[in-house]
């Protein structure tokens, strides 16, 4: 089945240093994929997302390329902020599947000032 | 105006007891879920409906059932509560069964003694 692998957190950073979270994911066909954040005490937020195979997601200052040679969709911001400290999750869409969100298991990030 | 809105959002109560949660989206979506985040914030979808229509059923046990008065509502009740329902449950809805992008809410924490 499809499965959606991502880096265990935490994550510790300090602010404007550069964030990135891997993600590697299984499907069958060609899935959308996203990258979700959840900040303390709230629910999921679209961040970014691509459709297709080279396609360039971004968003706030992060950014995510659909790598299919590689099956993955690394999450990237060049300069933190404090702000950024919440939980992100990587997830696909395979239309296959029906349109259930496959998510990985979420990495949380913590940026100090 | 919020998007998806979920009620309530804490629910703490005995084993063996029954209860609801409640989900109301005012986008003039179609389609709505609900999923389950473990105390390890893993995410899984638990059912899925498009115009009152269920359409995903994952494997859920039949305590939980989840029903859709109309296509902005989409209600979980869950019989006979035990200890491991104990998660925060999210609804999302999207515009159609096949759109990318689900929009969340805010969750309800439930908790079973």
């Known amino acids: 089945g499809d499965s959606v692998t991502q880096m265990e957190g935490p994550v510790t950073l300090s602010e404007e240093a550069f964030l990135t979270i891997n993600c590697t994911y299984t499907?069958?066909?060609?899935?959308?994929l996203f990258w979700y954040v959840q900040y303390p005490g709230e629910g999921l937020q679209l961040l970014l997302k691509?459709?297709?195979?080279?396609d360039k997601g971004s968003n706030k200052g992060f950014e995510a390329t659909y790598r299919k040679e590689t099956t993955s969709f690394h999450l990237e911001k060049g300069s933190v902020q404090v702000s950024d400290s919440a939980v992100y999750f990587c997830?696909?869409?395979?239309?296959?599947?029906?349109?259930?969100?496959?998510f990985g298991g979420g990495t949380r990030v913590l940026v100090k000032p | 105006d919020t998007a998806v809105s979920q009620t309530p959002k804490y629910l703490v109560t005995q084993m063996g007891n029954d209860k609801s949660i409640k989900c109301e989206q005012n986008?003039?979506?179609?389609?709505m879920y609900w999923y389950k985040q473990d105390s390890k914030k893993f995410l899984k979808i638990m059912f899925s409906?498009?115009?009152?229509?269920?359409?995903i059923n994952e494997t859920v046990p039949n305590r939980f059932s989840p029903k859709s008065p109309d296509k902005a509502h989409l209600n979980l009740h869950i019989n006979s509560l035990e200890l491991g329902d104990s998660a925060v449950y999210f609804c999302?809805?999207?515009?159609?069964?096949?759109?990318?992008?689900?929009?969340f809410g805010p969750g309800t924490r439930l908790t079973v003694l």
């Open positions: 409906y498009n115009n009152k229509e269920l359409i």
């Open positions: 691509a459709t297709k195979a080279d």
């Open positions: 999302a809805s999207s515009r159609g069964s096949r759109s990318d992008t689900q929009y």
């Open positions: 499907a069958t066909g060609y899935p959308s």
């Open positions: 997830a696909l869409r395979a239309e296959a599947a029906g349109n259930k969100l496959t």
């Open positions: 986008l003039g979506h179609d389609t």
